[in-house]
């Protein structure tokens, strides 16, 4: 007599759980969640991509190719896509780009998993042919450089290796914007680049003018100017208070009686007297900016224009901590004249007008400044929002410049070699393995395949034309032609489209590695919702018709 095997059903779990296990139920559909997902996004990927209007759930409304930006607004709630999802917010964090490679490839290698399982092979003899194909992935990428960097950059070299990145973000702009991102990158790298910080480089929108009109400043740039009539200080001495510069306020209320208007002049003069000493100490410690985290009064603002003080508002505490940084100063909880380790200094406090709009620039002289603000124009907040995305990807893409400087061919060169190396090597091994390192090679196509599917040219006739080059050794470049003029290939070193080695490597790794996860999975445990359950709502009570 056997014992038989409970399986879940009444009992076993509370009420509200769901249960989902076995191929069907569990790998199929989760499969089917993530390709339903690399979809979405695969038609933004490249220069070409088409954007995507998502509005989120506060009603703002994103127009953007960006596929991190997409991913994150759309709030992917499907646990295996959210898998996916993960690995490519890593690779954000990693390289700053390739966000989108991440998603269409775990995307694409779930798909053709999908049809070895259709065909027979459990689910851990793809996993072991996938890990032995990510491995040869590896070994191979560190062959294919093509052109590394040399130290220390220059600006020309810089915006060379950022124009393709660039251009997959703003086709037609990326020119311009390469270099301005090596120009603000180079403002704020030390001389001996071993590190790069990407928090040095900032961004500002201000509407009005084109994208032309765009320029780099030394220094940080706030939108807004000083509230005082004092607008420009040089070898600025600089204290910053986190507290309302007024009038202090006790915290319990308090009753004042006063029997004549004497007691009434003597209170206030009393009030007057104290904030003037504020200010006469901040004066006589030779403060001439100050910049406050909250309020300015009426009759503060007074004497810190006797003074001849600057004076400036930077409501948000993470823009008031960078300013610290820049100009070397510690915010005060208190009022009061700050010692001399806790003044910052700045060479130049001044306000300028740009377009239609007057802007405060902390401006520092020095060769190397710790800041650097790119003034982004535009015609529509949706495009400036675009732009400043893109400018993001290229001080990212600069950070990991610093650590690896070796650039591969990009426009899908690399992956098609990849895809033909990874086919040889699937062919020489035994066993059930090879049918999934075959299947490896043939989700690397994605990438040229998308591209010229994005560009309007025939995928199929693009690719046979690049195995054909790629068959020749000199052909290891060549990769898609977006524009179409040379039969939809091209040799991308004469055309300097390059990507970084390291960025692609993380990213294959990354996609392999989110595939390999939702293939792990055999079951689908879902508890009920935390939560009461919203009661059912009679929308037509109010109806008159009988």
């Not at 901590?321 to 070397?328: E, H, N, Q, S």
């Not at 650590?403 to 061919?409: A, G, Y």
């Not at 919702?529 to 919203?534: D, K, T, V």
């Amino acid at each position: 007599m056997s014992l038989k095997i409970p399986q879940s059903g009444p009992g076993l779990f509370k009420d509200g759980y769901s249960f989902s296990q076995g191929i069907e139920e569990a790998v199929i559909r989760n499969i089917e969640a993530v390709c339903n997902l690399s979809e979405i996004v695969r038609t933004s990927f490249g220069p070409n991509g088409r954007n995507k209007m998502v509005i989120n759930h506060l009603e703002k409304l994103f127009v953007t190719n960006d596929a991190a930006t997409i991913v994150r607004e759309l709030e992917v709630i499907h646990p295996a896509a959210k898998v996916v999802v993960m690995a490519s917010q890593q690779q954000e964090a990693e390289a700053g780009d390739r966000t989108n490679l991440v998603m269409i490839l775990a995307g694409e290698l779930l798909r053709k998993a999908e049809h070895l399982i259709t065909l027979g092979l459990h689910p851990s003899e793809i996993i072991g042919g996938y890990e032995l194909a990510r491995d040869k992935v590896d070994e191979v990428l560190q062959t294919l450089e093509i052109k590394k960097l040399e130290l220390p950059l220059t600006q020309d070299s810089l915006a060379t290796a950022l124009r393709p990145i660039i251009a997959a973000k703003q086709y037609g702009n990326e020119d311009l914007l390469a270099r301005l991102v090596a120009e603000a990158a180079l403002m704020v790298m030390p001389s001996k680049a071993t590190g790069f910080n990407v928090d040095n480089v900032r961004v500002v929108k201000i509407m009005g003018g084109g994208l032309s009109d765009s320029r780099v400043i030394s220094g940080m740039v706030f939108g807004r100017e000083p509230e005082g009539t004092i607008k420009k200080a040089t070898h600025a001495k600089v204290g910053v208070f986190t507290c309302a510069i007024d009038i202090a306020q006790t915290e319990t209320k308090g009753t004042v009686l006063l029997k004549s208007a004497e007691e009434l002049l003597g209170f206030s003069r009393g009030e007057e007297k104290h904030l003037e000493k504020v200010f006469q100490e901040l004066a006589d410690a030779g403060v001439n900016v100050v910049v406050s985290g909250s309020s300015v009064g009426e009759l503060a603002l007074h004497y810190l224009n006797r003074f001849n003080i600057v004076v400036i508002k930077i409501m948000s505490k993470f823009e008031l901590r960078r300013l610290c940084r820049v100009v070397g100063a510690t915010p005060l909880a208190r009022l009061g004249a700050p010692t001399p380790e806790e003044m910052g200094f700045c060479d130049v406090v001044e306000t300028v007008e740009i377009g239609g709009d007057r802007v405060t620039v902390f401006r520092q002289e020095e060769e190397t400044t710790r800041t650097a603000t790119v003034v982004v124009r535009g015609a529509t907040t949706n495009q400036m929002d675009d732009v400043e995305r893109a400018v993001d990807d290229g001080v990212n893409v600069v950070k990991g410049i610093i650590k690896d400087q070796r650039l591969i061919p990009g426009a899908g060169a690399t992956e098609i070699e990849l895809a033909k190396q990874i086919a040889e090597y699937g062919e020489k091994t035994p066993g059930l393995a090879q049918h999934a390192i075959k299947k490896y090679a043939e989700a690397l196509e994605v990438v040229p395949r998308t591209l010229a599917e994005n560009a309007g040219l025939d995928a199929t006739e693009v690719l046979s034309r690049l195995y054909a080059a790629h068959s020749s050794k000199d052909g290891m470049a060549t990769g898609v032609d977006i524009d179409g003029e040379t039969n939809g290939t091209c040799d991308t070193h004469k055309a300097q489209i390059y990507d970084l080695l390291q960025a692609t490597q993380c990213a294959i790794d990354y996609a392999t590695e989110a595939a390999l996860s939702v293939l792990r999975v055999d079951a689908i445990i879902m508890s009920k919702a935390a939560g009461i359950a919203p009661p059912p709502q009679n929308k037509a009570w109010d109806d008159t018709d009988p």
